[in-house]
């Protein structure tokens, strides 16, 4: 997952409270199926795991927390066997 909210190399310190539809996170083939919150989010964001349909559009939000994530160009489903 690439985070693009922030020129800089550190962690953008986020107030919880603050409306967070301004992040936007791309995604690849090796993070589907998408989930939100990811592995990595801060403990304080954490809400109930949502899987998101990406693949349809190539962008979806997340209805908890307003993270925006967008599928990167090229990106295809990943095979899976049945």
């Known amino acids: 997952m690439t985070q693009t909210t922030s020129s800089h190399d550190k962690p ?3 107030d919880p409270q603050s409306d967070l539809t301004a992040t936007r996170i791309t ?17 304080w964001s954490m809400h109930p795991r949502v899987y998101l349909d990406i693949l349809t559009t190539g962008s979806v939000e997340c209805p908890y927390c307003g993270v925006h994530y967008d599928l990167e160009p090229g990106t295809k489903a990943p095979d899976h066997p049945h």
């Open 27 to 43: 995604i690849t083939e090796k993070e589907l199926p998408l989930h939100c919150p990811g592995s990595k989010s801060p403990l």
């Open 12 to 14: 953008l310190d986020i």
